[in-house]
């Protein structure tokens, strides 16, 4: 897997409660982007960009994840839109699980975000690392 550390949302970050990754990106000024004019493209050449979501602790007492990417024109997230989401049945919550998203549309917006809503009740334990990777493990 290669990850870079401008394009991760989250490095191990402890998720207990429902919250926005630790880290947004920040694709610059519309119409400057380096990803392909005014929208981020999420692919380079005719290889697909992936998203990567993995658990790197277990979690517990939840019932499930809500894992969603959200894109904005406000760095505060004011007014944020939901691009796609993902649940993660609690089962599946153990260190070394791993999602990946290589079907992410264009980004229109200047700001992304993960947001993590957790269902049930909060989560005593928990880790996620995600961001987007150049290559991952086994992708195509």
Same mark, same amino acid.
Not at 65 to 92: G, P, R, W, Y
Not at 101 to 114: F, G, N, S
């Given at each position: 897997?290669?990850?870079? &550390?401008?394009?991760?949302?989250?490095?191990?970050?402890?998720?207990?409660?429902?919250?926005?990754?630790?880290?947004?990106? /920040?694709?610059?000024?519309?119409? @400057?982007?380096?990803?392909?004019?005014?929208?981020?493209?999420?692919?380079?050449?005719? @290889? $697909?960009?992936?998203?990567?979501?993995?658990?790197?602790?277990?979690?517990?007492?939840? =019932?499930?994840? @809500?894992?969603?990417?959200? #894109?904005?024109?406000?760095?505060?997230?004011?007014?944020?839109?939901?691009?796609? #989401?993902?649940?993660?049945?609690?089962? /599946?919550?153990?260190?070394?699980?791993?999602?990946?998203?290589? &079907?992410?549309? $264009?980004? @229109?917006? $200047?700001?992304?975000?993960?947001?993590?809503?957790?269902?049930?009740?909060?989560?005593?334990? *928990?880790?996620? =690392?995600?961001?987007?990777?150049?290559?991952?493990? *086994?992708?195509?």
């Amino acid at each position: 897997m290669v990850l870079d &550390k401008n394009t991760m949302f989250s490095d191990a970050q402890a998720i207990t409660a429902s919250a926005p990754s630790t880290n947004v990106i /920040d694709l610059g000024a519309l119409g @400057k982007t380096a990803f392909g004019g005014n929208q981020l493209k999420m692919n380079v050449g005719h @290889k $697909r960009i992936p998203l990567l979501i993995q658990v790197v602790e277990d979690f517990a007492t939840l =019932t499930s994840l @809500k894992v969603a990417v959200e #894109s904005d024109d406000n760095s505060d997230f004011s007014s944020a839109k939901e691009i796609l #989401s993902e649940t993660i049945a609690v089962a /599946d919550l153990k260190a070394g699980y791993s999602s990946v998203i290589d &079907k992410l549309p $264009r980004i @229109k917006e $200047r700001y992304v975000r993960i947001n993590f809503t957790v269902n049930g009740s909060n989560a005593t334990a *928990g880790k996620i =690392t995600a961001g987007i990777a150049l290559e991952v493990d *086994g992708s195509k």
